[in-house]
């Protein structure tokens, strides 16, 4: 089991930035790795991915704003928000995903960092 820990939410100006981290309890390696979140009253949705090949896909909304890098190295990945809006405040949740030929689709979560974009 893979226990992940979000740090670096908090309180973000519009059209600053902010940089999320996501530490894992182990290996992320053979995991593709990913970053949702869910505003007040809405779904959670996919901000950004990157797969365990380094593929990375982002939402339409996020694109050109958003950087998901991951270092499997130190069980980390990274989710750099430039220009935020306000639309982007929301609970941030890091997810680790893999396929287990048995199991099927292996999902964790992170407990969720809060990002609140307000002047």
């Known amino acids: 089991q893979v226990q992940l820990v979000e740090s670096g939410g908090g309180l973000g100006q519009p059209g600053g930035s902010l940089r999320l981290s996501c530490t894992a309890s182990g290996t992320i390696f053979d995991y593709n790795m990913g970053w949702y979140r869910q505003a007040p009253g809405s779904q959670r949705e996919l901000v950004a991915s990157?797969?365990?090949?380094?593929?990375?896909n982002y939402a339409d909304s996020v694109k050109g704003r958003f950087t998901i890098s991951r270092n499997n190295a130190e069980n980390t990945v990274f989710l750099e928000m430039n220009s935020v809006q306000s639309d982007d405040t929301a609970v941030y949740y890091c997810?680790?995903?893999?396929?287990?030929?048995?199991?099927?689709?292996?999902?964790?979560w992170g407990q969720g960092t809060q990002v609140n974009v307000s002047s």
């Open positions: 997810n680790a995903e893999r396929w287990d030929w048995l199991q099927g689709t292996i999902n964790y």
């Open positions: 990157v797969a365990r090949g380094g593929t990375e």
